[in-house]
């Protein structure tokens, strides 16, 4: 089994800055691409951030120029840096792997999120 664990969220001012860390814990093979989804209370989950196993980094536009994606390969674990933060980034924060598991079938994992909220 394949356990992904998130950590890093709280609270936060207008413009302030956080980092997520998503860990990855289990028996598996290798792990693909890596991503950051959100949803905010009433609103669909939406894809913020994904770092590729080749190292390419895919962004979305709301929040393209204030968030970084990277990934410790080693650690099996994917961050996520905000910088200059909103209240519109205001959601419940969920890590994705694209994991290859022992068997050398694929599979997706979800962590159990972690809360963002940006309020002076």
């Known amino acids: 089994q394949v356990q992904l664990v998130e950590s890093g969220g709280g609270l936060v001012q207008p413009g302030g800055s956080l980092r997520l860390s998503c860990a990855a814990a289990?028996?598996?093979?290798?792990?693909?691409?890596m991503y950051w989804y959100r949803q905010a209370p009433g609103k669909q989950r939406e894809l913020v951030a994904v770092s590729t196993s080749s190292g390419r980094t895919i962004y979305a536009d709301s929040v393209k120029g204030r968030v970084t994606i990277s990934r410790d390969n080693a650690k099996k674990t994917v961050y996520l840096q905000m910088n200059s933060l909103k209240p519109e980034d205001t959601a419940a924060y969920y890590c994705?792997?694209?994991?290859?598991?022992?068997?050398?079938?694929?599979?997706?994992?979800w962590g159990q999120g972690t809360q963002v909220t940006v309020s002076s």
């Open positions: 289990g028996s598996f093979s290798s792990i693909n691409a």
């Open positions: 994705k792997a694209d994991v290859i598991r022992s068997d050398r079938t694929l599979d997706n994992y």
